[in-house]
């Protein structure tokens, strides 16, 4: 995927970075954006232990999270504002809890659909939307970061899609319970969204369109894929 970084607003409606309502929204913006990459640096390693066949290439795949969490952070320190790291803590517990109790039960799956397909399709989402509204230092960072996301992406289907009959219902149950805990996420931030330039609308609208492409390139046929992501979605 080729993702163009020649994204220029009219100046009469780009944000305004210096205004104190951006500074706050994007200072928890950033933080769900740093913690999220930190988690996934944390879920690739633990993912590295449950597949040992293909530890160095998650273990590769988690070095660049981690990456990304640092870059994500001087994009902060750049605007000279601190991401709000304890609210972005809380609002990812219960996605990062999910993903703990199904590593603990061995269940690589759910721990896939919740980092590769899950996690990534958010961060795909989001990415693109900021894109268009990034500001120059954080522009081709964003759009770097967006290829990288796309190949972990990859990783996680190709695994499940391989094993498709075998891991269905584990697919399936894991994402009526990890969907929901992803949408409020994004619910908490939408005034946020609105105020750095994002629409949280197009947003979840992407996401589910990603979501949903995820689903069948694994093996979901289209309309069942679309009745899971629905009932998830209204869960
Ligand atoms: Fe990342
Ligand atoms: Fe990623």
Same mark, same amino acid.
């Given at each position: 995927m080729t993702v163009s970084t /020649?994204?220029?607003?009219?100046p009469d409606t780009?944000?305004?970075? /210096?205004s104190e309502a951006y500074r706050q929204a994007y200072s928890r913006i950033n933080g769900v954006v740093v913690v999220g990459e930190t988690l996934a640096h944390h879920h690739f390693r633990r993912l590295a232990r449950a597949i040992p066949a293909d530890g160095a290439e998650l273990l590769r795949l988690g070095q660049m999270e981690g990456n990304h969490a640092r870059e994500f952070s001087e994009c902060a320190r750049n605007l000279g504002v601190r991401p709000d790291i304890r609210l972005a803590k809380q609002l990812f517990s219960p996605l990062h809890q999910l993903f703990r109790q199904s590593d603990e039960r061995g269940d690589i799956p759910a721990c896939l659909v919740i980092q590769c397909l899950i996690v990534e399709c958010f961060a795909v989402a989001a990415y693109r939307s900021y894109l268009p509204v990034a500001d120059a230092f954080a522009r081709p960072i964003t759009a770097a970061v967006i290829e990288d996301e796309s190949e972990h992406l990859d990783y996680g289907e190709v695994w499940l899609k391989q094993r498709f009959e075998a891991v269905k219902d584990s697919v399936s149950a894991i994402c009526l319970q990890a969907l929901p805990t992803t949408l409020a996420i994004l619910r908490a931030l939408v005034d946020d969204m609105r105020v750095v330039g994002m629409d949280p609308y197009d947003l979840v609208a992407s996401f589910g369109e990603g979501f949903q492409q995820s689903l069948e390139t694994i093996g979901y046929g289209s309309s069942e894929a679309a009745r899971l992501l629905r009932r998830a979605m209204a869960a």
């Open positions: /020649d994204c220029q607003l009219n780009r944000p305004d970075t /210096d």
